[in-house]
């Protein structure tokens, strides 16, 4: 049974690419969370995404980033006009919404390097 | 407000020491508790988690953590570390009112000396 899977692990892009990075849940989840983590630091809450909807992008920067689920197909993350700061390691997280606290389970994250 | 703290962003210790790392939480209601581990350019892994069971809660790799909710901590421990265990280690809550969204710690890194 496939564990969330993420790709690309490591892209490069320069200031002012886009980078889309997508995530497979594990296989009857369809709940689906990033986050992001920044160089010698914890983990940061982005956005919570159901299939086809958003349900909370509290942590989501205003402009720039973008999420996400669609019906069919993996959960994208979308960032326009990348500057260095987006230099980070993301990380997708799915659970299957029955748990109490809604378990989740983590990808091996995609590693973000703007030049 | 609803927070999660770390004491500690480095810890050191020798092989077949104890370790003790440190979590506390900021909440009215206690929140669910979770640590993580995480090995160098890699995922992370789920050790243990307190979900309003027993507050002595076993984990794997021989870690363990124990709520007390008077204290409002969640410490791990591991009675005798191994060198296999040097990694960067997260406190992570779930607040009921924070809908399913994962509040981490800054971590702790822990090194093992020979």
């Known amino acids: 049974n496939a564990g969330v899977m993420q790709n690309p692990r490591h892209l490069v892009r320069r200031r002012g690419q886009e980078a889309r990075l997508r995530c497979s849940p594990m296989?009857?989840?369809?709940?689906v969370y990033w986050y992001r983590q920044l160089p010698e630091e914890g983990l940061k809450f982005m956005v919570y995404l159901q299939k086809e909807n958003i349900i909370d992008e509290s942590g989501m920067p205003k402009e720039r980033f973008s999420a996400e689920f669609p019906k069919e197909g993996p959960s994208i993350l979308r960032i326009q006009q990348v500057v260095r700061g987006d230099s980070a390691a993301y990380f997708c997280?799915?659970?299957?919404?029955?748990?109490?606290?809604?378990?989740?389970?983590f990808g091996p994250g995609t590693r973000l390097t703007v030049l | 407000a609803q927070s999660v703290t770390q004491l500690g962003s480095h810890v050191s210790v020798s092989e077949g020491a104890l370790v003790l790392l440190r979590c506390n939480y900021s909440s009215s209601v206690p929140p669910y508790l979770f640590w993580y581990v995480q090995y160098p350019n890699q995922g992370l892994q789920l050790l243990l988690k307190?979900?309003?069971?027993?507050?002595l809660v076993k984990g794997i790799n021989g870690f363990e953590a124990e709520f007390k909710k008077s204290e409002t901590s969640f410490h791990l421990t591991k009675p005798s570390a191994h060198m296999s265990d040097a990694a960067e280690y997260f406190c992570?809550?779930?607040?009921?009112?924070?809908?399913?969204?994962?509040?981490f710690g800054s971590g702790t890194r822990l090194s093992i000396r020979p």
């Open positions: 997280a799915s659970s299957d919404g029955t748990s109490e606290y809604n378990e989740q389970f």
């Open positions: 296989k009857g989840h369809s709940h």
């Open positions: 992570a809550v779930i607040f009921w009112s924070s809908a399913s969204k994962i509040i």
């Open positions: 307190y979900t309003s069971a027993a507050t």
